[in-house]
C-alpha cells in the first residue's frame, strides 16, 4: 500500500525557516517524480515543486522561486521542503504528492494527509 | 504564466448529469486531470490523462478534453459527490491547478 506521512509543520514567524519532510513507503521511491502541493486556509490547491527521481532536475511556481529548496533521499525514500524567508501568504497545509511525471502529462495519484505550516508573528 | 478557469460553484439535483468546465489555452493539447476534495480530507485523484478512472472511481465519473475546455462529467450524481473539483494541467516544467468547483448536491 502506498503511504505519504508529511511532518515537519508548525507556527513560525515571518521571515523564519521550517523543514518539512514526507516518507514514503509502498513503492519504488526512486522511479518517481514527487511534488509539493499547498493549500491556503479556504482557498483552492497549488503546485508548489516538484522533484525529477535523481534529484537533478526541480521547479518551482514564481511565488516561492529562491526561497524554497525541494529535496529528496531516495535511500531513505523521504522528500524534503526547505522553507525559508517565510511571509503569511505562505501559512497553508502542504501535501506530498506523487507526481506521475511524463512527456506530457503529470497526475497525481496518490497524496499524503498534509502538514499544516502557519506564518504568524 | 499559464492559467485554467473553472466555475466557482455548479449545483445538481441527486441522480441528474453534472458537468464542470475547465478552460485554458489549447488545453486540448495537453493532458487534463481532475480532483475531488472533500472537507478535511486529501485530495483524490478521479480522472487522468482527460479520460481515464483509477481503479475504485465509480463509472459515473467520466472526463474529456478537446479545443480550450476540459469537461468532467457526473452522471447520476449522488449525495456523496458532493465537493470541491479542481483540474490540473502541465505546461511545460509548470504544475497548474483550476480556481477549484464547489459542486452542490440538492
Known amino acids: 500500500e502506498v503511504q505519504l506521512v508529511e511532518s515537519g509543520g508548525g507556527l513560525v514567524q515571518p521571515g523564519g525557516s521550517l523543514r518539512l519532510s514526507c516518507a514514503a513507503s509502498?513503492?519504488?521511491?526512486?522511479?518517481?517524480?514527487m511534488s509539493w502541493v499547498r493549500q491556503a486556509p479556504g482557498k483552492g490547491l497549488e503546485w508548489v515543486a516538484n522533484?525529477?527521481?535523481?534529484?537533478?532536475?526541480?521547479n518551482y511556481v514564481d511565488s516561492v522561486k529562491g526561497r524554497f529548496t525541494i529535496s529528496r533521499d531516495n535511500a531513505k525514500n523521504s522528500l524534503f521542503l526547505q522553507l525559508n524567508s517565510l511571509r503569511a501568504e505562505d501559512t497553508a497545509v502542504y501535501y506530498c504528492?506523487?507526481?506521475?511525471?511524463?512527456?506530457?502529462?503529470?497526475?497525481?495519484?496518490?497524496w499524503g494527509q498534509g502538514t499544516l505550516v502557519t506564518v504568524s508573528s | 504564466s499559464y492559467d485554467l478557469t473553472q466555475p466557482p460553484s455548479v449545483s445538481v439535483s441527486p441522480g441528474q448529469t453534472a458537468s464542470i468546465s475547465c478552460s485554458g489555452d489549447?488545453?486540448?493539447?495537453?493532458?487534463a486531470s481532475w480532483y475531488q476534495q472533500k472537507p478535511g480530507q486529501s485530495p483524490v485523484m478521479v480522472i487522468y490523462?482527460?479520460?481515464k478512472r483509477p481503479s475504485g472511481i465509480p463509472e459515473r465519473f467520466s472526463g474529456s478534453n478537446s479545443g480550450n475546455t476540459a469537461t468532467l462529467t457526473i452522471s447520476g450524481t449522488q449525495a456523496m459527490d458532493e465537493a470541491d473539483y479542481y483540474c490540473?494541467?502541465?505546461?511545460?516544467?509548470?504544475?497548474?491547478f483550476g480556481g477549484g468547483t464547489k459542486l452542490t448536491v440538492l
Open positions: 504528492a506523487r507526481d506521475e511525471a511524463g512527456d506530457y502529462n503529470t497526475e497525481f495519484h496518490y
Open positions: 509502498g513503492f519504488t521511491f526512486s522511479n518517481y517524480w
Open positions: 522533484i525529477k527521481q535523481d534529484g537533478n532536475e526541480k
Open positions: 489549447r488545453l486540448g493539447d495537453k493532458y
Open positions: 490523462q482527460d479520460k
Open positions: 490540473l494541467a502541465r505546461d511545460s516544467t509548470t504544475v497548474v
